[in-house]
């Protein structure tokens, strides 16, 4: 490597290209994977879309026909997740971030990052042997007494397997990583303002209110989306716990229930063949767009927020 | 504020109207009492049965109006607030603590019954009904996800190496965007990925192999390991990577031979947690990988039995008589529990013993 002309740039060696060529190749690939993701599933989903719709499960009007209830029951289910399991998250956050006694709160937070190491079949496996059967008098209950809200509509099912359940579930698998976020949001909330806050006479709770939630909120809102792209794409909890119906309702406590797109896969793919297969890969396609779409705002919301913040 | 002062000798100005500070322990004890007590006299009258999880959520709920009646009353509506808005926060935890005791406790007390010998040296071949045990799946398990590892690993790594040593401009913010955008693809779409890719490259309709659902698991273990490494190769200080090329040493051996080794610890913690992660997905390799009774050694063909696929398969294909079918399904669920606490723990450890000392 001595050369008789002094450069003042560094040389580039052969073995430092090689190197950053690799990296820069490894790099390439996952965007390449991203890509081969995208054409495969559209690859495969042709034919489900040009077929007789006569062919697919439940001989539908048309593909769409097919789609529409599995889409819905998705969305929905998703949707009651996030509706029960953010205001926890966001509570069990505040009690990490600023409640807890700084000793314990490290060790509160691995019991909730517990919760995210259990796999999504013993979840499913706890829903519908343990809570299934729990929550099946307070649906009776419901039924009977609220039989005239619309959510509620008779008749109960018999066996607890609903959309509730799978939605309480759901819930639950979808806390740690809601709170997981919020909590590094809160615990950036700049410490200045908080103690202006308590220097004025605000109690804790108006402090929160003044300085940390306003700080966190586009953490929160991209908190809840990665949360809801979780619970779009949950599986194993849907295809144990429900008892499917291609229907769309509204109603919690029915044993006719719309399937999700996820779970609907999971039962009908190891026995399709044919255009079926086709079909199922069409679903997950769709699937795949909504997850897409909803992680990336998620995403653009975070990065936005830390170009922004005026925590560093 | 001085409504409750009385005329009892000194008063410190500063600590009244305020609840003493035993109080809102005694309240929340005194509430569990009575929900508790209310919960058994209804089970002793025959009218259900006695629940701790739904005592201990009641009770903290009536806990929950009780301290904000108490402190309205004598603190006045800011202070009550603010010790409603604490019991919420303390209730929120507690809420999200009954599942996860709930699930371990069944999951340990109906895992025990088959956590035998038998269970851990045999497969399912040829078994109906008691007896057989997840071998096979085991033995699937490690060696899907072993592949997957061994692809997930390398790429993952010189990703992170790229963004943090080399990428500036486009294509670094690209990957940075993507990968983030990865860890939220569903694991069932993976799974279909690896199926579509598979069946139009071997134009076979009906693939199922191992090493299809190790593509698969490395489609989510990716972008877990681009992030975790990424985080620690920043945290290497650049004054390292400088005292290196001020000794004329070129940039890629500064990576191999300073860099890496600094961040080794925590990248291993952040490879094991993604395994952790990805060694509990069911809904990929039940697509690609299939499901079987027999041992299967071969990652390139035939179908390869996982531990997850076999807890789904013993609950949802039992034979006549369900029994056997369940215990296999929560001895398997447990069996996953310890593999994923374990990798967890091992984590962990690594990350506290063998982190660098940075100074100070």
Redesign the interface.
């Given at each position: 490597m001595t050369t008789a002309t002094p450069s003042p740039r560094a040389k580039s060696r052969l073995a430092d290209r090689i190197f950053s060529g690799t990296t820069v190749f490894a790099g390439s690939l996952i965007l390449a994977a991203l890509a081969a993701v995208a054409v495969f599933l559209i690859a495969q989903s042709i034919p489900a879309l040009v077929a007789d719709p006569a062919e697919l499960k439940g001989s539908p009007s048309s593909f769409w026909a097919y789609v529409a209830p599995l889409a819905f029951g998705t969305v929905w289910a998703a949707f009651l997740a996030l509706l029960m399991a953010l205001p926890v998250s966001i509570g069990i956050a505040l009690f990490i971030s600023h409640y807890a006694p700084r000793r314990v709160a490290q060790g509160l937070g691995y019991i909730i990052d517990l919760l995210a190491a259990v796999p999504s079949v013993v979840f499913g496996l706890w829903g519908i042997k343990i809570l299934a059967p729990a929550v099946t008098p307070l649906y009776d209950w419901l039924v009977n007494n609220l039989g005239w809200f619309p959510l509620f509509a008779p008749p109960v099912s018999g066996t607890g397997r609903t959309i509730l359940t799978v939605a309480i579930v759901l819930a639950v698998m979808i806390i740690p990583i809601i709170t997981a976020v919020t909590r590094e949001v809160f615990l950036q909330t700049p410490r200045l303002h908080e103690e202006a806050a308590l220097a004025l006479g605000a109690t804790r709770w108006e402090m929160i209110q003044v300085a940390v939630l306003p700080f966190g909120r586009p953490g929160m809102i991209s908190a809840a989306m990665l949360g809801l792209g979780r619970a779009l794409g949950e599986t194993m909890v849907v295809a144990m716990v429900l008892s499917p119906a291609a229907l769309i309702t509204f109603v919690l406590t029915s044993s006719q229930n719309p399937s999700t797109i996820a779970g609907n896969i999971a039962l009908n793919f190891p026995e399709a063949h044919g255009v079926g297969v086709n079909a199922l890969v069409a679903t997950g396609l769709i699937l795949f767009a909504i997850t897409l779409v909803i992680n990336s705002i998620a995403r653009v919301v975070i990065n936005r927020r830390k170009a922004f913040s005026g925590a560093n | 504020m001085t409504a409750t002062t009385t005329t009892t000798g000194i008063v410190n100005s500063l600590t009244t109207g305020r609840l003493p500070k035993w109080a809102p322990w005694l309240t929340l004890v005194a509430s569990w009492v009575i929900v508790g007590a209310i919960n058994g006299f209804m089970a002793a009258a025959g009218n259900?049965e006695f629940n701790i999880a739904v005592v201990l959520v009641l009770g903290t709920v009536l806990f929950d109006v009780a301290i904000f009646v108490l402190a309205y009353l004598v603190e006045g509506v800011?202070?009550a607030?603010?010790r409603?808005?604490?019991s919420?926060?303390?209730?929120?935890?507690i809420?999200?603590?009954v599942?996860?005791v709930?699930?371990l406790f069944?999951?340990v007390s109906n895992g025990l019954a088959r956590f035998d010998p038998l269970f851990f040296s045999s497969s399912m071949r040829n078994v109906v009904g008691d007896g057989g045990g997840a071998l096979h799946a085991i033995m699937g398990t490690l060696l899907i996800t072993g592949a997957a590892t061994l692809i997930s690993v390398?790429?993952?790594l010189?990703?992170a190496?790229?963004?943090v040593?080399?990428?500036r401009g486009p294509?670094?913010r690209?990957?940075t965007?993507?990968?983030?955008?990865?860890?939220?693809?569903?694991?069932?779409?993976?799974g279909?990925?690896a199926?579509?890719?598979f069946?139009?490259v071997l134009q076979d309709?009906?693939i199922r192999f191992g090493l299809g659902g190790s593509v698969a698991l490395s489609?989510l273990m990716?972008?877990v390991v681009?992030r975790s490494s990424e985080e620690m190769l920043k945290l290497v200080p650049n004054e390292l990577r400088e005292a290196s090329y001020a000794l004329g040493v070129?940039?890629?051996?500064t990576?191999?031979k300073i860099v890496i080794p600094t961040s080794i610890a925590g990248i291993t913690t952040g490879v094991t947690l993604a395994i952790?992660r990805v060694?509990?997905?069911?809904?990929p390799l039940?697509?690609i990988s299939?499901?079987t009774a027999s041992m299967n050694y071969d990652l390139l063909k035939d179908r390869m039995m996982s531990l997850?696929?076999f807890?789904?398969t013993q609950?949802?294909n039992p034979g006549s008589d369900v029994q056997p079918y369940?215990e296999r399904?929560?001895t398997g669920?447990l069996t996953?529990?310890l593999i994923?606490?374990l990798l967890?723990l091992i984590a962990r450890l690594v990350a506290r013993i063998f982190s660098p000392k940075l100074g100070r």
């Open positions: - | 259900g800011r202070q607030k603010d409603l808005v604490t919420l926060v303390a209730t929120a935890f809420v999200a603590l599942p996860l709930s699930l069944t999951v390398p790429v993952g010189l990703t190496i790229y963004l040593e080399y990428g294509l670094a690209a990957i965007f993507f990968v983030d955008v990865m860890t939220g693809i569903p694991s069932i779409v993976a279909l990925f199926f579509a890719f069946a139009l309709p009906g489609l990716i972008p681009v070129p940039k890629w051996l990576i191999l952790a060694i509990g997905e069911t809904a039940l697509i299939g499901f997850p696929v807890v789904y609950y949802a369940l399904a929560w669920a996953l529990i994923v606490m967890n």
